[in-house]
């Protein structure tokens, strides 16, 4: 028998801006690598954002703004290797973009259609926030973009040592404006 979890509250989410805080804020990066043996992980700095809550809420929308050239891992060189021009070219793509166009309830969380620009390139994603907390100084949001296909943004260097589907885990603290 399966346990219906319902979608997170957004209760007490009051219509409005609300900035994102960098400071407080990450996207975390995982894909596979050398020919799938291996798993990396990495972080972004997000350099800014705005989530606007509607009334309705399925009127929500949010967007933000990380530095490519933000990529670390627990690895210079691969940090190094992932920000060339092979890659995240980031001297030519300095930013990676998500702006959402609609918000839908789902039986277990909430479901933001949207798109991603990376390296010129821009590609639908869906995001799937699956908590929502209230804290003290703001509203914490949890949520993943998961099999993203780096070749859909013209990502297509070091086949093999690179994998080329990725997930992307949010962990995003939001203030009032």
């Given at each position: 028998?399966?346990?219906?979890?319902?979608?997170?509250?957004?209760?007490?989410?009051?219509?409005?801006?609300?900035?994102?805080?960098?400071?407080?804020?990450?996207?975390?990066?995982?894909?596979?690598?050398?020919?799938?043996?291996?798993?990396?992980?990495?972080?972004?700095?997000?350099?800014?954002?705005?989530?606007?809550?509607?009334?309705?809420?399925?009127?929500?929308s949010v967007t933000v703004t990380v530095a490519a050239a933000?990529?670390?891992?627990?690895?210079?060189?691969?940090?190094?290797?992932?920000?060339?021009?092979?890659?995240?070219?980031?001297?030519?793509?300095?930013?990676?973009?998500?702006?959402?166009?609609?918000?839908?309830?789902?039986?277990?969380?909430?479901?933001?259609?949207?798109?991603?620009?990376?390296?010129?390139?821009?590609?639908?994603?869906?995001?799937?926030?699956?908590?929502?907390?209230?804290?003290?100084?703001?509203?914490?949001?949890?949520?993943?973009?998961?099999?993203?296909?780096?070749?859909?943004?013209?990502?297509?260097?070091?086949?093999?040592?690179?994998?080329?589907?990725?997930?992307?885990?949010?962990?995003?603290?939001?203030t009032a404006r």
């Amino acid at each position: 028998m399966t346990e219906h979890t319902p979608a997170p509250s957004i209760e007490g989410l009051s219509p409005g801006r609300y900035r994102l805080e960098p400071t407080q804020s990450q996207v975390r990066y995982s894909s596979k690598h050398m020919f799938g043996l291996g798993t990396v992980h990495a972080v972004f700095s997000i350099q800014e954002g705005e989530l606007r809550v509607g009334d309705p809420l399925t009127a929500s929308s949010v967007t933000v703004t990380v530095a490519a050239a933000s990529f670390t891992s627990n690895s210079a060189k691969r940090d190094k290797d992932v920000r060339s021009a092979g890659l995240l070219n980031v001297d030519t793509y300095p930013d990676i973009t998500f702006a959402s166009h609609s918000l839908q309830p789902t039986s277990d969380g909430w479901l933001v259609h949207g798109a991603v620009t990376a390296h010129g390139q821009t590609v639908p994603v869906d995001v799937r926030i699956d908590r929502l907390t209230h804290e003290p100084d703001g509203i914490r949001v949890h949520g993943q973009a998961q099999h993203l296909d780096r070749t859909t943004f013209g990502i297509t260097g070091s086949r093999g040592m690179v994998g080329r589907y990725f997930d992307l885990d949010l962990d995003v603290l939001a203030t009032a404006r």
